[in-house]
């Protein structure tokens, strides 16, 4: 797999910092990812190997004000600058590669702006979701142990920590209220606009994003366009660390990423070995360090 | 007149299981936070399902526990039958087809012939994870948490590429897995000045960092750092790992208390409890790490046991014994097994607060005929009768 950096830009000048890999072939269907809340493009490694290995041209991104390498701090995380970025890297890749449509692969927290993305625009000819966060309220509330959104704005920290990482809730929370990000039937109305075909991945164990939420989401939308959900049994919301579920996760994404124009029919996925993934992880950090301009840091991770 | 139209929904697809012993493995639930009670329930569920797993894979493996018939309950674990780790010297114990087994890795070779251990990705994968929840016993030096994010690991081992398929060299380089690595034994060398330049510039880049490797390679760290006026004021941001033991140096090995100590001079520690011991072998698919009390924890997929070493009865627990263990995580051969360490479990729950039975390793055993006649019997069951020379 070869990789390079690749920079777009927001609709307000911001800088999007993008990792554009491909493999032997440059040619083949577009495939955007986004990682989870607190993780970096890195962190999309396996994803996209096996994306690559399977014909794909990907395209890895950090969100504005967010960790990683594009602009802005995680202390300023909002989902519309989540959207934003989304914006801007499918702009890029449908201006660099000779396709009119590209797949959006969204993990957790970033599904959400992901499927207001496909909503508005035609350039998405697929959406596939992995421990898609659906009912953003419900998944705050687990993942920080608190409430936030019915606490009054003049009563919220200055900061809330969240693996390490230092978050200001208030224009988190000024954002999800003037934007409609934080509940079940926001998404749901934004699911109902997108024609293209939505596939969610979710574990039945997910305590931070509940299977219920998305195949109800999935189902009241499931007249506008092919809905489908593939229910893992037993796993958790972080399905990024279960290396035992990779493989299984990464097959099941890249059939459902690709379809099968690419796959040929009774063609399986090709899946990386876990010590290629191993060694991906340790050059990617790598990567990642050099570009940051130093070591990885909370910041800069 | 009104018309019946259908409800759309979204269609729904099942995927296969995650594997009850993954649950635990990658679960976010911490496995050394389980009641006793219920670990013991689980881990006899595991084991059960485990020695009916490998019976049903592995031929030699079948014959050896014959009628054994694994059942619910507090006895079954004890009376699982297990195999001397001498059989990975003699014979190939996979429980998947050669297609799936990634590499078959060595034991180091102390003495004599070397163990050889099948593994898939699978069973690789649940090592690491092991290593992952053997972590957690360090909190609140280190959070897992924080693993990919801002530790740095000073490895003092070679690198993947240079370790090949000697276990323990490959298991340590796996922690790369979960936090950037970088590796001062090169080309056979233990690079000293390498490795305290790199635990200088990390701590001066505001990391984590671990300091992980074999007791003797640490020693010469620190006897290095001490006598180049290189000591450094790591307060709470150095956790130190050792595993692997002395092995060839044993002539030069120290007591643990006092490698705690040294490395906590030199290395500038806020605590005793910085650095801690792991254990594991080629035979074993997971890792037991020291807690704050450095004693030894069991994750709950392993059943760990002492055995009276001329009967290879259960002893009670604080009873020096034979430690046998029945490892479930390794599906790629049937960990059911005998070492050749003498040991104790640890009678009462460890003051640390986290569960899981505890051991002390005390000694390795020497070799004797009696213990080889065994071997041989057992060898027999594995392999077959017409196939056994001699």
Redesign the interface.
Known sequence: METERLDATTADGRRVAVWRSHGAYAAGPVILLAPGFCRTMRHMGAVALTLVQNGAVVYRFDPIDHIGLSEGDVRNFTLTGVAASFDAVVDLAVAREPVDQVVILAVSLPARPAIRVASRTAKVTRLVLLAAVVDVRHTLEAALGKDYASWARTDLPAEVAFERHLIDPRPLWDDAYANQWADLDGTIRDLCSVECPVVAVHATDDEWSRLDDVQHSLDRSAAVGPRDLYQLPFAEHDLGGNLSAMPLVLRQLTLSALESPTLETGADVVLPELEQVIELRSEERLRMAGEAGGVLTRSGS | MSAFVAE?????????????V??I????ANPFAIAKRDEMALTSALVADYVRWHRDHNVGFGRFVGRFEPADGDDLVASVPVFPIDLFKQLDLASVPNAEV?RRFRSSGTSGTVSVVPRD??T???F??SM?VGLRLLEPWL?T??L???V?VVSLTAS?QEAGDIWFSYAMA?G??FA??EFLVQGGVFLAEAAADAIAR?LA???LVGVVGPPALLMDLLTWMGANGRRVRGRDRIVVLTGGGWKRRIGEAVEPDELRREAARVLGLDSLEQVRDCFSQVELNSVFVECAQHRKHVPPWVHALARSPATLAPVAPGTMGLLAYIDTSARSYPCCIISDDFGAIDPEPCPCGATGTTLRITRRVARSTGSEGCALKIQHALQGPEEVDG
């Open positions: 759309v929904t979204a269609r729904v697809h099942q995927l296969d299981e995650v594997a009850p993954d649950r493995i990658f679960g976010r990634v990705d699978v690789l994968a649940r690491a994870g992952r959070s948490d924080e990919d994010i801002n740095e993947p796996l790369r897995a950037s690595s990390h880049n505001g990391a």
